[in-house]
Nanobody
Framework: VQLVESGGGAVQAGGSLRLSCAASGFHIDDYVMAWFRQAPGKEREGVSCMNTYDTAPYCPPSVRGRFITSLDSAKNTVYLQMTNLQPEDTAVYFC???????????????WGRGTQVSVSS
């Protein structure tokens, strides 16, 4: 199992980024795929919303309506589209794989190495 993130970088507040997660060794349709982030000194936080109205435990109000997760089954790739980025979104972003029912960080058994996102004001 491999999860390889890409697309991170430095942007100014209000900007956008799209992260990609190339999965190998399994098919993304068979598992729960999500994105988490971790800022310095803070706990891991789920940031994976499938739509604007998603109320999943790993889709907090702080990113709902700004971050959207999508899957491309043909490419076996997961995306995180982030818009209206703010300095508080600065963190390392991880692609994760879990089984059905996974909700919190400890439920997701496989993690990528992460990609850094830095947002300046």
């Amino acid at each position: 199992v491999q999860l390889v993130e890409s697309g991170g970088g430095a942007v100014q507040a209000g900007g956008s980024l799209r992260l990609s997660c190339a999965a190998s060794g399994f098919h993304i349709d068979d598992y729960v795929m999500a994105w988490f982030r971790q800022a310095p000194g803070k706990e891991r936080e789920g940031v994976s919303c499938m739509n604007t109205y998603d109320t999943a435990p790993y889709c907090p109000p702080s990113v709902r309506g700004r971050f959207i997760t999508s899957l491309d089954s043909a490419k076996n790739t997961v995306y995180l589209q982030m818009t209206n980025l703010q300095p508080e979104d600065t963190a390392v972003y991880f692609c994760v794989r879990g089984v059905l029912g996974a909700t919190v960080a400890s439920d997701f058994e496989y993690w990528g190495r992460g990609t850094q996102v830095s947002v300046s004001s």
